[in-house]
């Protein structure tokens, strides 16, 4: 038995959790006492039967489920999952002495819906998405100590830009153990820098490992153009493959500057140039056949269902471009990162791009995220990143 503050749910809404989906919505749960925001709920049933167990945050999602079964979130419950989920990255192969980047917890891919903790080689970086997880964090650095041992000396505190804006003013971002905000990683044995306090999310993409690998087998000897290149990592990739030439381009300044450090750590300097520029802007300028291969990584370019029309027509517009200018026979290797267009949508996108161009093109390969972000197979929402590879026949 546990003496957490209990919330009824309505009958109907019984199925879904019996499901094991992890979240429960507002409009699901009857009416209850005030409940402080992070705190942790047992929800039962509208005659009192016990159905799960997880933390309260008024909004949409109002709660998120850490466990089905009647048992205390204590430490031992945060050892036994952490412990599990590095268990399976050491099974699957990702861990080794040629890749010491790695998502250690994938938030309800793990059994822990909104939490991330990302390691870049001796760093552990925890990002929080809910308050109710940001409160548990001395318990979650206590099993990430004994799960991790020496193998990280700093972990840092990465969730101020990720919880509401009332909590996260009380709260700022940095180490809660060592010191480090930098460090130097190996990903399938290329080098990378990673700067926790200026890099996106945690610091580096880890989900396109994986499809960077991919990259790889289409880039010796071709001209790539990396589009929204970020931090450089399928630039890198193409680089060491043998490519001849690559192009680098993003709006973003720092994103450029971090880009060319981890281009500098390959020593192919001289077959790369960046640019900052907008992506749409530079496709429409340069001439058809200049690249074999065209990487369109974008941003999410929707956020939420409202935006999901735009998102659809901006993906459309800079992938009927790159296509149009593709050479014959070239290799376009497109992302979607939008958790709210599904495959199929993205599909569909990509075939009115392929329309709108003027080109055929075969599908030869669908991408996905690493095995170290796994999707919970009771919440589908958990797989966000759709890829395809196109070749363009003429």
Known sequence: MTDYPQLKIKDDRIAAIQRRHPWIFSRGILKHKPIEDGEIVEIVSRQGHFQAIGYYQDGSIMVRVLTFIQEEIDDKFWLDKIQEAYNLRMNLGIISDQTNAYRLLHGEGDGLPGLVVDVYAEIAVIQCHAIGMHRQLPAIQRALETVLGDQISTIYD?????????????????????????????????????DLVTGQKTGFFLDQRDNRAVLSRFSKDKAVLNLYCYTGGFSVYALEAGAKKVLSIDASKTAVALMEKNIELTKNADRHESLVQDVNRYLKEIPIGEYDTIIVDPPAFAKSVRKKHNAIQAYKRVNSMALQKLKPGGTLFTFSCSQVIDAQLFYNTITAAAIDAGRNCRVIRHLSQGADHPVNIFHPEGKYLKGL????EG
Do not use: D, M, Q
């Open 158 to 194: 990465k969730s101020k830009n990720t919880l509401p804006e009332k909590y996260s003013n009380t709260i700022s971002n940095g180490p809660i153990k060592g010191e480090a905000t930098e460090t130097e990683v190996l990903e399938n044995g290329h080098r990378f820098y990673v």
């Open 389 to 392: 590879v196109l070749v363009v």
